[in-house]
């Protein structure tokens, strides 16, 4: 990670595909604004790699592109992947997925924090106000994801697949050990780890290695659930959760329920990062073929990328700038139509490139 202080630091952008070019466009202002606050400049390069690229060329991300990328970019900041004129979507299982094999990055993180109340789907509690603010931290480099597997007689009566789930100790550890940190280093109290051992025998090897990582942090409860009992509390009572640590599909798809606890896949920001290393960044709301064009796309969440990838470049004052920015544009009501407003995706960035500039 480069030393902070008077620098540049150079941004590989992956606008990709649908609402990607747009709301990408509309948050690089606020980010760029966010670290020029710390004395750093943002230097970003943007890549062509996405469907219509795929299409007229038939390259996902070619060898030299990831050679390039690993060589000059400090961070990858990706819009969204996703195009109906590639039903496989094989170009964004490669990209995504191979960036994330590849480079190693084992941790997708994503905060789920509760940025104004009337964002909450949920019923206000007794004491009339939430507090959701939890950290989902997911394997990200193994699970059913890797894809491994046997297929026979396609089409056929007697079709079968048969998908290999992976879990090695290493890599469970790794990932339960980067959530206790994280705990740890930012005042939090319990970290819960989610997997479905009373029916998977394999999974209970992350029970062992998770009990096994929590005696090195004694400060910090743990607790386990089983993930659907998990996914039904966190409808219930989602204030008191704080990390959550689980596997690959498990992480999917709790992520998106925390996501719509706090108002949304707009507002949800995510990074995949390998600490100390070329991290990967980016909102997590598809590419939403039907929004293209229309000026609705809420940027929200690409910008909260932003300040995720700031945080993890080391600049973290710049991070904050960009959150409290959308913060006072929540209370403000200046939203795209999905939050009920009537901005436009370009409107809400500048706004928000506005009030980073002026705090």
Known sequence: MPETGNRALHIAAIAGDGIGPEVVDAALPAIVAAAAGEGTSLEFTKLPYGAEHFLQTGETMPDH??????????????????DPRVPTNEHARDILLGLRFRLDLYVNFRPCRLLHPDLCPLRPPASGTRHIDFAIFRENTEGLYLGRGTSSDEGTDDEVHVAHEVHSAKKVERIITAAFTWAHRHGRSRVTMADKSNAVPAHRLWGRVFDRVATAFPDIEAEHRYVDALAMELVRDPDRFEVIVTGNLFGDILSDLGAELVGGLGVSPSANVHPGRLGLFEP?????????????ANPMAAILTGALMLDHLGLPNG???LER?????????????????TYSTTGVGEWVADRVRGD
């Open 65 to 82: 592109a990831f050679e390039q990328l690993t060589a000059e970019a400090d961070a990858i900041f990706l819009g969204a992947l996703g």
């Open 284 to 296: 997590v709301h598809g590419s939403a073929p039907s929004l293209v064009g229309t000026g609705a």
């Open 319 to 321: 991070a904050e700038r």
């Open 325 to 341: 920015a959308v913060r006072s544009a929540l209370a403000e009501r200046i939203t795209t139509p999905d939050l009920g407003g």
